[in-house]
C-alpha cells in the first residue's frame, strides 16, 4: 500500500491518467458477449483519443444529449420515475435496449432523485413535480436564497464540515433544523459527556430518524440505479460521468448565498469570497477524487454558473472565478482524471482566460458559444464538446438535427479533440431527433486513414 | 442589539466587571435560610476578592477534593459512576456532614460508567473497566489516535477529521462512522451520501449515540440536583467551564506525549498550524459551554508544558503561543481562565508572568509558592498547594501547620487562595476541616 501510494505521488499527471484510462478500459464486469467486450474498450478509446486531441480511429464520438427522455419515452415522466424505482429501472432499461446499440456512452438514472428521500428530508434547495412544481413537468426547479448569511463566511473559513452540519443543512432540509441545536462536536476537551447529552434532544433524534430513513430509501434506489448502470456495462457502454466537481463561485453563489448576495459580495467583502472559496478548493477535489476512484470513470463533469458571459465583467471572472476553478481543475488533472466543464449559458467572453492550461488536460463543454471561435482558440489546448441547441433537438426534424450537426463536426472535428453532444440535454421530443445525432456522427463524423 | 455593541466596545476589565459583578448577584434561586443567602453572598466575595488580587475578610478555600465523597460516604468511584442515586447519597452526605467550607464540587467530575460502556470509550480506564473495581481514579489511555500524516486533514476541515477519522477510533461504538462521506459537497443534494445511513452498522452508531445521550442526561440530572442544592445551602460552585491547551490536546488526546514531542522536530509547522486550528476551535467551543452558568471562572489543566517536560525555549516556542491566545480570549471575554499547572511551574514563572495584571489564576501543584509569589505575586492570583501526600498520610496537626506556612508566604497583600496541590479521593476529613481552621485561624487580613 505505501510503496504503491510512493509510486503514484511520484507520477507526472500523464502517467496517473494513464492509469486511470487502463482502470475506465478495464470495468471490473462480466461483459455480456465478446461483442460488447469489444464495443466497449472501441467507445472508452474513441472518447480517450478525443480528449487527448488525436483523431480517434473511426470517428467522431457522441454523448447523446438524453436527459429525462427514457422516463417519457417509457409513457412515464419525471414524477413517477422519481417515485416508482420499479418504473424507473423499466424505463432506462427500455432506453437502453433500443438505442444501447447505437450509443457511445449511456448516461444512467442516477440523476433522477428519488423523491420519497427528498419529502423524508424536507429538502427545500429544490422543488420537483409534484412537490412545487406541476405533475408534468420534466425538470426539477432550483429555490435559490441567501441560505448562508454574510456574517457567517467566517465559520465556513475556520471548520467547514461543521458548517455544514449545524448551519447549512438544518436550512436546506427541514428533517434537520434540529441539527442547529447540536454543540460543536470537535470539544477537545477529553469526556465527552456534555455533547453526547445533545443527542437525547427529541428533536435531534427525529432528525437522526429521518436521516436513518433517507438512507433506507436511498439503498432502494440505488439499488434501481445501480442494476441499470451495471446492465450498461455488461452492454458495451461506457460511463461518462465519473464524477462532480464546481467552481468554488458557483458552489457559493448557489448555494449558500444566492445569485444576488454573492454579487454583492464581490464589492463589499471580497477577501471573505476570495478566502471562503479557497477553503473548498481541497474539498471540492477530494469530493471529485472519491467519485472517480467509486466509479472506475476518470470524467469529472463541472456545471458552471455564475462566470458565464453578461453575469460578470472578465475582470471580475479573473479575479474571483477564475483562480479558485482553475486550482480545482488543475487539482484534478493532477489526479488523473478529465474535468469537463459544462459551461452553461454563453462563454464566448471567457475563452481568451480559459486556455491557459496544460494541453489535453481539460475537456469543455459548451452551451451558446460559437464553436468555431472555441475551436480556434482552444483546439490546440482543449478537446471541446457541443452544442446542438436544446431548441432544434425539441422542436426541430431530424433533419434538422443532422444538418446542424454536420455543420458543428465540419467546424470542430478537424485533427480531433471533439465530442458531438447537445448545449443541454432534452427530457421530452421525438427520439429520431436523438437518431439524427449518431446518424450524422456516422456520416459526416469519420476521420480519414 | 445596542447591549451587543456595546459590550463589543468595553475593556476587558470593563467586561469582566460585569460578569463578577453578575456573580456576585443573589441569584434567582430560593436557599433553605436567610442564612445560607447570606453565607453564600460572603463565600462569593471572598472568592471574587482574591481571584481579583485584592484582601478579602479572610483568604478563601478551595477544599481539594475529587472522589472524596463517593469513599467518606462509605461507597466507592465504580459504584456512584453506575448508580446515580448512590452518587447523589453520598455526595450529599458529604455536603450535609462536612461543615463550614468556602465551596463544593459537585459530582460533575465523576463521569457516567454506563454512558461511557454505551460509546465504547477508548481513551479512559476505570474501576471494573480496564483497571480493578477498588481504584479510587480513573486513568487516561494515551496513544496515537491522530497520526502524523493527518495534520493536514484535521487543520483543512476539522470537523470532517473529527467525526470521519478520529471519533471512530476513540469510540468502539462510533467505529461505523468511518463509513459517512464528508458533509461539505459541491452539489446541491449529494444523494448518494445517504446510502451510508442506511448501513446496519452506521444505524447501529447513531443508536448507540442516542443510547448515550439518552444515559447522559440521566446523569446531567443527577448532577445537578446535588450541585443546585449545594448552592441553595449557600456554597457556591467555582467552575463555570472547562478548557485546555492547544498542546496538550494535541498531546493528551490526538497525538500522545511521545508523537508531539517528535512533531516538535520532525513537523514543527504543521504542529504550530494544527495549535492555531485548535486554539480557535477551543475558545468556541469553551464559550459556548460556559453559557449561562452565571460563573465568570474557566479551569483549565494542563499537562505537557510542565517542568522537566520541555525546555524553556521548546515551551516558549511551541506551548506558550497557543494557550496564551486562549487565555487571552476568555479573558476578552470578562472570563478569568483558572490555569492548574500539574507538575511544577519553576523554570517557566518568568514567561508567564508576561499576562496583564489580574487577568489570570493560577493554581500551583508543585511549583515552589515562596518563588511564584515572588514573580507572580503582583500580578496573578495564586492557589494551592498543600501536597497530596501530606493530605492523605499526615495528621490535622501538620496539615494545619503546612497550611499556615502557606498563608503567611502567600497571603500578604491579598490575592491568595488556600488549596491543595491537587485533589484526593480517600483520607481523613478531618485533614481537611484543618485546613479550614487554618484559614480561620491564620488567614484573616
Known sequence: MDTAEKKWSEMTWEE???????????????????????????????????????????????????????????????????????ELRRAWIKFLIEFGPDMDTFIGPGLVLPGRVLETIDFKLEKWPGHGLADDIETYQFVEKEYIKAEEYDALIK?????????????????????????????FIGIPVFYVGAFADPEVQAALKALVDAGIETMKWTEAVNDVNRQSLEAGLPSFWGGMSGAPFDMIGDMLRGTNAIMMDMFQRPDKLNEAMERLVPIAIDEAVAGANASGCPIIVMPLHKGTGGFMSNKQYETFY??????????????????????????????EII????????????????????????????????????????????????????????????????????????????????RAVMDAAKEYGMYKK | ???????????????????????????????????????????????????????PDRVPCILPVSNFAAYYGSSDLRTVMYDYDELKRTWRKFLHEFGDSDMFFGPGMVPSGKMLEAVDYKLYKWPGHGISGDTTSYQCVEGEYMKANEYDALIKDPSNFWLRTYLPRVFGAFEALRNI???????????????????????????????????SVKWMMAVMEVSQEATRMGFPAIMGGLSKAPFDTLGDTLRGTQGVMMDMFQ?????????????????????????????????????????????????????????????????????????????????????????PRGSVTW??????????????????CLVGNVPTSLLMTGTPQEVKEHCRNLIEICAPGGGYILSGGANIDKGDPDNLRAMMEAVKEYGVY
Not at chain 1, 22 to 35: A, C, I, Q
Not at chain 1, 166 to 181: D, Q, V, Y
Not at chain 1, 370 to 398: F, H, Q, R, W, Y
Open chain 2, 363 to 380: 493554581w500551583f501543584d508543585q511549583t515552589d509558592m515562596a518563588k511564584a509569589k515572588k514573580i507572580l505575586g503582583d500580578k496573578a
Open chain 2, 181 to 215: 462521506p464528508p458533509f461539505t459537497t459541491i452539489e446541491e443534494i449529494a444523494i448518494m451520501s445517504f446510502v451510508a445511513y442506511g448501513r446496519p452498522d452506521v444505524r447501529a452508531a447513531l443508536e448507540a449515540l442516542l443510547e448515550a445521550g439518552k444515559e
Open chain 1, 322 to 351: 477564475w483562480p479558485t476553478f482553475k486550482k480545482i481543475l488543475l487539482g484534478l488533472v493532477n489526479e488523473g482524471l478529465v474535468p469537463m466543464p459544462f459551461a452553461e449559458g454563453n462563454y464566448e467572453p471567457r475563452l
Open chain 1, 159 to 187: 471548520d467547514p464540515s461543521d458548517f455544514w452540519l449545524r448551519k447549512f443543512l438544518p436550512r436546506a432540509a427541514g428533517a434537520f433544523k434540529a441539527f442547529e441545536k447540536l454543540p460543536q462536536l470537535t470539544a
Open chain 2, 267 to 355: 513537523r514543527p509547522e504543521k504542529l504550530h498550524q494544527a495549535m492555531e486550528k485548535i486554539a480557535s476551535l477551543t475558545i468556541d467551543s469553551t464559550l459556548a459551554s460556559i453559557g449561562d452558568s452565571g460563573v465568570p471562572l474557566i479551569m483549565m489543566p494542563l499537562h505537557k508544558g510542565a517542568d522537566g517536560f520541555m525546555s524553556t525555549k521548546q515551551y516558549e516556542t511551541f506551548y506558550w503561543p497557543t494557550f496564551k491566545k486562549v487565555i487571552m480570549a476568555f479573558v476578552n471575554e470578562g472570563i478569568m481562565p483558572v490555569l492548574f499547572a500539574e507538575g511544577s511551574y519553576n523554570t517557566r514563572l518568568d514567561i508567564i508572568s508576561e499576562l
Open chain 1, 16 to 86: 496517473k491518467r494513464e492509469e486511470r484510462f487502463k482502470k475506465w478500459l478495464n470495468p471490473p464486469v462480466n461483459f455480456s458477449g465478446e461483442d460488447a467486450a469489444k464495443l466497449y474498450k472501441e467507445r472508452v478509446n474513441r472518447f480517450i483519443k478525443a480528449i487527448k486531441l488525436e483523431e480517434p480511429d473511426d470517428r467522431v464520438p457522441v454523448i447523446l444529449p438524453a436527459g429525462n427522455i427514457p422516463a417519457y419515452l417509457a409513457g412515464g415522466n419525471l414524477k413517477t420515475a422519481m417515485y416508482d424505482y420499479d
Open chain 1, 355 to 434: 486556455k491557459n492550461m496544460p494541453r489535453s488536460a481539460v475537456l469543455w463543454w459548451f452551451e451558446h458559444m460559437d464553436m468555431s471561435k472555441a475551436k480556434k482558440e482552444l483546439g490546440g489546448v482543449s478537446c471541446i464538446a457541443g452544442n446542438i441547441p436544446v431548441t432544434t433537438l425539441c422542436t426541430g426534424t431530424p433533419e434538422d438535427v443532422k444538418e446542424q450537426c454536420r455543420r458543428l463536426i465540419e467546424d470542430c472535428a478537424p485533427g480531433g479533440g471533439y465530442i458531438l453532444t447537445g448545449g443541454a440535454t432534452m427530457d421530452r421530443g421525438n427520439p429520431n431527433n436523438l
Open chain 2, 1 to 55: 442589539m445596542n447591549v451587543e455593541k456595546k459590550w463589543s466596545e468595553m475593556t476587558w476589565e470593563e467586561k469582566r466587571r460585569e460578569k463578577f459583578n453578575k456573580w456576585l448577584t443573589v441569584p434567582d434561586i430560593k436557599f433553605v435560610s436567610p442564612e445560607a443567602e447570606k453565607l453564600y453572598m460572603e463565600r462569593v466575595t471572598r472568592f471574587a476578592r482574591a481571584f481579583l488580587l485584592e484582601k
